[in-house]
Nanobody, 114 residues
Framework: VQLVESGGGLVQPGGSLRLSCAASGLFFSSNVMGWYRQAPGKQRELVATITSGGSSNYADSVKGRFTISRDNAKKTVYLQMNSLKPEDTAVYYC?????????WGQGTQVTVSS
């Protein structure tokens, strides 16, 4: 499984960004896709996940601001990030999990700064 992320960048506080992660290769139809982030000097943490059936889960810090969604036909997961805060600054990683294992994208930088 290969994962290609896009959509990161620099945004002012209160702004929005949309991340995308496209999966390719062979994998089971029952899977979980998600977004994690890692800020400098901190451990990687969960942001949000979504199952192939559409059930989602969010970190408390992003609830109400971020929305995860997926297009199974396009094998793509999205993360809509609104009301961004400086503390959201991190490298965001896409993760794919199925019966065969866990796979990670290369990461995309999100910087929230004025």
């Amino acid at each position: 499984v290969q994962l290609v992320e896009s959509g990161g960048g620099l945004v002012q506080p209160g702004g929005s960004l949309r991340l995308s992660c496209a999966a390719s290769g062979l994998f089971f139809s029952s899977n979980v896709m998600g977004w994690y982030r890692q800020a400098p000097g901190k451990q990687r943490e969960l942001v949000a996940t979504i199952t192939s059936g559409g059930s989602s889960n969010y970190a408390d810090s992003v609830k109400g601001r971020f929305t995860i969604s997926r297009d199974n036909a396009k094998k793509t997961v999205y993360l809509q990030m609104n009301s961004l805060k400086p503390e959201d600054t991190a490298v965001y990683y896409c993760k794919f999990s199925d019966e065969m294992g866990d796979y990670w994208g290369q990461g995309t930088q999100v910087t929230v700064s004025s």
